[in-house]
């Protein structure tokens, strides 16, 4: 088919037209009475303009509550860095935040036109409980993260002891936290189990008190060792001067005769201070002819022989 066979076919169907059901149309408008039209309009004002002002405070609510939603996750996200949280654990709280914030504003706004959210509301809940019963122990983790971030018993760098572990931290997770141990093994401890147990943390005051225990023999010079002890203390430099020295007798053992120290220090001089005066200890107690005993059993045996004769 040529090009001037198409046009005329196409002309062809233009004539063909069935203009019938456009008159009926027209004879329907013609039966409409405009002052009814105008009516109608005018009833329905009041409810446009109603509309327009919901449109135009929903816009208002979401403007404002945007800027409220990075103000606050602005002020999350620095207080947890000022905690030294890890990036990762910044990004994750600072996503639920941003999630949780749109949630409740999106539910605000649907309310402004009258739709119900009982039933949104109801849909999450049961999402949310299907969900938990599925992750428990993860979502007890979380807990005990949000927690332990929240309540801050310890932070990175400091030496807590937990149950039978105990190590420098090294990484606060949402879920679980990292020890490092003195001989550098790697302790990770859900966040659950660390949030209910008993945590001792001891680096998080400046400074610590030294106790040392020593036992000598009952015949040796109570008070020289005493001050052999005293003088130990004083002549170490990390031992604060300012802070009260004490040497005691702690108690009366079945082998010897058990002296008490005590001194202050910083914290994170204690493991050396300890090692360093506990050798010094031996060393000078030899020096002065001090015996540390050790504990020792003395077994009589009797000649059964000679009491039967």
Not at 40 to 57: A, C, E, R
Not at 158 to 181: M, R
Not at 204 to 223: C, H, N, P, S
Not at 275 to 280: A, K, P, T, V
Request: aromatic share 8%.
């Amino acid at each position: 088919m040529t090009a001037a066979e198409a046009l005329t076919e196409e002309i062809n169907n233009i004539g063909n037209i069935d203009t019938s059901e456009t008159m009926e149309n027209l004879e329907k408008l013609k039966d409409v009475d405009p002052n009814k039209v105008v009516e109608y309009f005018k009833g329905k004002i009041p409810d446009f303009i109603s509309f327009g002002m919901t449109v135009l405070l929903a816009l208002v609510i979401y403007f404002i509550g945007s800027r409220l939603i990075k103000l606050l996750r602005r002020i999350v996200r620095r207080s947890l860095e000022r905690s030294q949280v890890d990036t990762g654990v910044v990004q994750f709280v600072d996503a639920l935040v941003k999630a949780i914030a749109y949630a409740v504003l999106l539910l605000t706004i649907i309310s402004l036109f009258g739709i119900e959210t009982t039933s949104f509301i109801a849909v999450f809940g049961s999402a949310g409980l299907a969900v938990g019963l599925a992750l428990q122990g993860s979502l007890a983790n979380f807990a005990g993260g949000v927690l332990i971030l929240a309540l801050k018993p310890f932070g990175v760098g400091d030496y807590i002891s937990t149950g039978s572990s105990e190590g420098t931290v090294q990484q606060i997770s949402l879920f679980a936290t990292k020890l490092l141990t003195v001989d550098n093994r790697a302790i990770i401890i859900p966040n659950g189990d660390l949030a209910n147990s008993t945590i001792t943390n001891i680096t998080k005051e400046e400074f610590r008190r030294l106790d040392l225990t020593v036992g000598i023999a009952y015949q040796a010079d109570l008070l020289q060792a005493k001050q052999v002890l005293e003088q130990i203390y004083r002549k170490d430099a990390c031992i604060l001067q300012d802070r009260p020295i004490q040497v005691y007798v702690d108690s009366l053992g079945d082998s010897a005769v058990v002296l008490g120290a005590r001194g202050w220090l910083e914290a994170a001089n204690y493991w050396d201070t300890r090692w360093r005066i506990l050798e010094q200890i031996k060393l000078q107690f030899d020096a002065e002819g001090i015996e540390i005993p050790f504990n020792q059993l003395d077994v009589h045996i009797e000649n059964m022989s000679s009491q039967n004769q």
